[in-house]
């Protein structure tokens, strides 16, 4: 069965940079897309960025453009967020997400469990 | 970018009962909405897509309408298991957008 798996998460400072990893397996990831989306302490869903299967094409939230960028490397079906200039208000569990289709950019899907960010000085 | 509303933003309901949620989009979407349910400590789950579109594996019980601005998820008998939160997400244009959410709770 599908299994996403995040690492990377931890305490950083404002202003301080962290890259998220998201292990896929139990599914073809060379023909997937892969979305973030983080849910803050207590509050509600934010899609956060999602990468094309074949790297072709990037799409971010506002609050992260500029900051936050996503790569992946289909030989170790691993995908990456890479954090930069992080705010107190990115505090957040920060979870990868399929795409529902396969070549597509549509609804997310299977989720892994999330990785904890918290910013603070 | 598309914001997104729920109403209402809670609800309290009993088991058996007829249960709707609606969801509103600032601009048109077409049928580009799904629905999702989310549980205290669980990863959110996928139960309509395309507005009205059941997700294998999901219940009958729940069902989706609407396009364009309008969007509703009905559960048709709420069983025990349904007591959750639910997100609308509208995927027709980036940046994606999530509803508020609507939590369910007991009567």
């Known amino acids: 069965q599908v299994q996403l798996v995040e690492s990377g998460g931890g305490v950083v400072q404002p202003g301080g940079s962290l890259r998220l990893s998201c292990a896929a397996s139990?599914?073809?990831?060379?023909?997937?897309?892969i979305h973030w989306v983080r849910q803050a302490p207590g509050q509600g869903l934010e899609w956060v960025a999602f990468?094309?299967?074949?790297?072709?094409?990037?799409?971010?939230a506002d609050s992260v453009k500029g900051r936050f960028s996503v790569s992946r490397d289909n030989s170790k079906n691993t995908q990456y967020l890479q954090m930069n200039s992080l705010r107190t208000e990115d505090t957040a569990v920060y979870s990868c997400?399929?795409?529902?289709?396969?070549f597509g950019f549509g609804e997310v899907d299977q989720w892994g469990q999330g990785t904890l960010v918290i910013v603070s000085s | 970018a598309i914001q997104m509303t729920q109403s209402p933003s809670s609800l309290s309901a009993s088991v058996g009962d007829r249960v709707t949620i609606s969801c509103r989009a600032s601009?048109?979407?077409?049928?580009?909405l799904a629905w999702y349910q989310q549980k205290p400590g669980e990863a959110p789950k996928l139960l309509i897509y395309?507005?009205?579109n059941l997700q294998s594996g999901v219940p009958s019980r729940f069902s989706g309408s609407g396009s364009g601005t309008s969007f509703t998820l009905t559960i048709s008998s709420l069983q025990p298991e349904d007591f959750a939160t639910y997100y609308c997400?509208?995927?027709?244009?980036?940046?994606?957008?999530f509803g508020p959410g609507t939590k369910v709770d007991i009567k």
């Open positions: 997400v399929t795409d529902r289709v396969k």
């Open positions: 139990g599914f073809t990831f060379k023909n997937y897309g």
């Open positions: 990468i094309r299967y074949d790297e072709s094409n990037e799409y971010y």
């Open positions: 601009q048109a979407i077409r049928n580009d």
């Open positions: 395309s507005a009205s």
């Open positions: 997400l509208q995927d027709y244009i980036s940046p994606f957008t």
